[in-house]
């Protein structure tokens, strides 16, 4: 599938991976850009709006059911229908467990998980009945093990990894596409205020330029850059024992 003339939600698109999203995908689709950052995204369109394709900017906290309501709402009054939606809104916050505060666990399982799944409840309606669209989750290489220091994070990720998997094959039947994106990691404000090293660490628009790839290529799982894919895969591999007692060794909690 080519991403040209589509219609193209973008939710997260005020910042980092999702902005990147939207100033490649803008040149040969109509998007509509979700965020919290109304006058960034009325930003962004200006920057990138050309004259065939149109920018459709919408102030939504996706952690809010009835936002994500009356988004989909002023959405559908001005498209016909949504063809691919990357659900990529995320917050992303370390604690120390002795600072221990459940109100990030409810703000990033809020944003990270039923920020997704909010949108694929206002989604599926239309695609299950028209039996055709894209649901492109943002997900993490984080989602593989429990990171001390991160483990909100972590889990939220897990969520969405596992989440999306079902999806796909619930959905599979109606001819509803389930894609889900694990990016290593990404230079994004996101990042920038990470004391650790961030080894094989990519632009947000090398991180845009792997989604969009992978999109093209139907890719049920889209994860990147390759290097940090293979020291995922070989941590996870690692024996509780063995990683508990690397994880002892972990001095940036
Ligand atoms: N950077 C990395 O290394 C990395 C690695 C793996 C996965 N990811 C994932 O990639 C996605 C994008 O992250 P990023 O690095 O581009 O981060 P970022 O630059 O901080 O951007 C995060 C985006 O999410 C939006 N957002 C946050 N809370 C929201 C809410 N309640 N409602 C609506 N939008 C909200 C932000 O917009 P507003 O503040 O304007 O609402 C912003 O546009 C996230 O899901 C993240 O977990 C990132």
Do not use: H
Request: aromatic share 10%; glycine share 8%; charged share 25%.
């Amino acid at each position: 599938m080519k991403l040209e003339n589509k219609n193209i939600l973008i939710t997260g698109a005020s910042s980092g991976i999702g902005e990147a999203l939207a100033g490649k995908l803008a040149k040969s689709n109509n998007l509509i850009l979700v965020a919290r950052n109304y006058e960034k995204l009325k930003l962004i369109k200006e920057q990138n709006e050309t004259g065939k394709y149109k920018i459709f900017p919408v102030q939504c906290d996706v952690s809010k059911k009835t936002e994500v309501e009356e988004a989909y709402v002023k959405i559908k009054k001005k498209f016909t229908a949504v063809d691919i939606a990357i659900l990529n809104s995320g917050v992303s916050y370390r604690m120390k467990v002795e600072k221990f505060n459940s109100g990030l666990a409810e703000e990033i399982f809020g944003t990270n998980v039923m920020g997704i799944i909010y949108w694929v409840e206002q989604l599926i309606k239309d695609f299950v009945r028209e039996r055709k669209g894209t649901i492109v989750g943002v997900s993490s290489l984080a989602g593989n093990r429990g990171y001390s220091g991160s483990s909100f994070y972590s889990a939220s990720k897990a969520a969405v990894s596992i989440y999306l998997e079902g999806l796909r094959n619930e959905l599979k039947k109606y001819n509803v596409k389930v894609l889900t994106v694990k990016p290593g990691f990404v230079k994004t404000p996101m990042t920038d205020k990470n004391k650790f090293p961030m080894p094989f660490i990519i632009s947000p628009e090398k991180a845009a330029g792997y989604i969009i790839r992978g999109i093209e290529k139907g890719k049920k799982i889209i994860a990147f850059p390759l290097p940090m894919v293979l020291i995922v895969k070989f941590i996870g591999a690692l024996p509780v024992s063995v990683y508990d007692f690397l994880a002892s060794k972990n001095k940036y909690e």
